[in-house]
């Protein structure tokens, strides 16, 4: 069983940053996707940020978030993050840490980001 961990949500202003980290635990295969979604109230989720890891290291970024966003993820640790700077209020959102783990998707329980403008 994977068990995924967020921290670092919280309220910050437009213009600011953020870092999110997700800790995950249990027996993750070592080519697991791992990455971040995002729900807004009244809207479906959608991806953030993904990285996936094949004969070479993938990343995928919503187009809202290209230039803004950085995905990273340290594999010894079984840790993904997700640096958000430049924030807007569009942004505001819970954020789901996401594993693809042999076939079986795992989600963490979210954690909330509010940007003020």
């Known amino acids: 069983q994977v068990q995924l961990v967020e921290s670092g949500g919280g309220l910050v202003q437009a213009g600011g940053s953020l870092r999110l980290s997700c800790a995950a635990s249990?027996?993750?295969?070592?080519?697991?996707?791992m990455g971040w979604f995002r729900q807004a109230p009244g809207k479906q989720r959608e991806l953030v940020a993904r990285?996936?890891?094949?004969?070479?290291?993938?990343?995928a970024y919503a187009e809202s978030v290209k230039g803004r966003f950085t995905i990273s993820r340290d594999n010894a640790k079984n840790t993904v993050d997700l640096q958000m700077n430049s924030l807007k209020p569009e942004d505001t959102a819970v954020y789901y840490c996401?594993?693809?783990?042999?076939?079986?998707?795992?989600w963490g329980r979210g954690t909330q980001v509010i940007v003020s403008s």
């Open positions: 249990g027996s993750i295969f070592r080519f697991a996707a």
């Open positions: 990285i996936t890891r094949g004969s070479s290291t993938n990343y």
């Open positions: 996401n594993v693809v783990s042999f076939s079986e998707n795992y």
